[in-house]
């Protein structure tokens, strides 16, 4: 299978500090998506990225496609107590999303 | 919208059970998955169907059974539970590059 590799593991942060996370793949993908996990829930679409370069956002969530086609980064500004849970990276190919490993978010308020 | 709804949220088999974890979806997306979600391996495809009648494998298929006799439905079946098996679960759908995810089933096998 294809593998997609997030990073950092898990992150613990103060409340108002800025976040970033990364996903590096081994095979070139089309799209690019972002979710969020909360506690006890299924993941959450956040943001899609269709093409190589593209930077967008979503409100304090900024995510890019990485011009590879390889990796893509997340950053979220301004961090709140809510925005805990684990971020999920998915390379998309045909009709199979390809998950990362996740990155799990703490925020301290 | 009820989206994609799972039953059960828990349950707790012994080796060598069998059982169906439901999974249903009231948008009329063809395309239909189950995924399981372990501790640093993110979720990885166990099979998915891209409509009624039309089922396949994905990356970790073994021990697990689907069917897709309607639209709506794609239940998964554990033949003879093993603990390796202990997991959540989790059904999606799929329109467009938009996955809708189920809230999960947790699964402990002793």
């Known amino acids: 299978g294809q593998q997609l590799n997030q990073s950092p593991q898990s992150m613990f942060i103060q409340e108002g500090e800025d976040v970033s996370m990364n996903c590096t793949s081994s095979s070139i993908f089309n799209t690019w998506l972002w979710y969020k996990q909360d506690p006890g829930e299924g993941p959450v679409l956040l943001i899609a990225l269709y093409k190589a370069g593209e930077l967008t956002s979503n409100g304090r969530l900024t995510a890019q496609f990485g011009i590879t086609r390889k990796d893509s980064f997340l950053n979220i500004s301004a961090s709140i107590p809510s925005d805990v849970g684990i971020y999920f990276c998915?390379?998309?190919?045909?009709?199979?999303?390809?998950f990362g490993t996740g990155t799990s978010l703490t925020v301290i308020p | 919208n009820a989206g994609v709804t799972q039953t059960p949220k828990f349950q707790v088999l012994k080796t060598g059970q069998s059982m169906t974890l439901q999974c249903a979806q009231d948008m009329n997306h063809e395309y239909m998955s189950w995924y399981r979600q372990d501790p640093g391996m993110g979720l990885r495809l166990i099979h998915y169907?891209?409509?009624?009648?039309?089922?396949d494998q994905g990356e970790v298929p073994n021990g697990y059974n689907v069917s897709r006799s309607t639209t709506e439905d794609f239940p998964l079946r554990l033949l003879s539970a093993a603990p390796s098996q202990t997991s959540v679960y989790f059904c999606?759908?799929?329109?467009?590059?938009?996955?809708?995810f189920g809230q999960g089933t947790r699964l402990t096998v002793v």
């Open positions: 999606a759908s799929k329109k467009g590059v938009v996955a809708f």
């Open positions: 998915a390379g998309l190919t045909g009709n199979q999303f390809y």
């Open positions: 169907s891209v409509g009624a009648g039309i089922t």
